[in-house]
C-alpha cells in the first residue's frame, strides 16, 4: 500500500511538471508573438532562464505568473536598448 502511495505521488508530481511545462511552452508562444521583431528563439532563451530561477522552489503554484512577469521586464529591457541604439544609429 505504501509503494502505491508513493507511486501515485511520483506520478502527480510528474503531470504538475507536465502541466508546468505546457504553461512555459505557452507563454514563451505568446510573448514571441507579441515580440514579432525578436528571433522566437531568443524569446524562448528569456523565458528558459527566468523559468530556471525557479527551479527547485517547493511552492510551485505562481511561478508561470512569475515567469510571465520577469520576462516582459527582460524583454522591455531589450527593447529599450534596441530603439537606444536605432535612435544613437541615426544621428
Not at 49 to 64: L, Q, S, V
Amino acid at each position: 500500500m505504501q509503494v502505491d502511495r508513493a507511486s501515485a505521488q511520483v506520478q502527480a508530481q510528474r503531470m504538475i511538471e507536465l502541466s508546468e511545462q505546457q504553461i512555459i511552452d505557452e507563454l514563451a508562444a505568446r510573448l514571441s508573438a507579441a515580440n514579432q521583431h525578436l528571433e522566437p528563439a531568443h524569446v524562448n532563451r528569456i523565458v528558459l532562464e527566468e523559468y530556471a530561477r525557479f527551479a527547485g522552489r517547493p511552492i510551485r503554484d505562481f511561478t508561470p505568473l512569475f515567469v510571465e512577469r520577469n520576462a516582459k521586464t527582460e524583454l522591455s529591457k531589450l527593447d529599450a536598448e534596441e530603439r537606444r541604439l536605432q535612435e544613437t544609429a541615426h544621428r
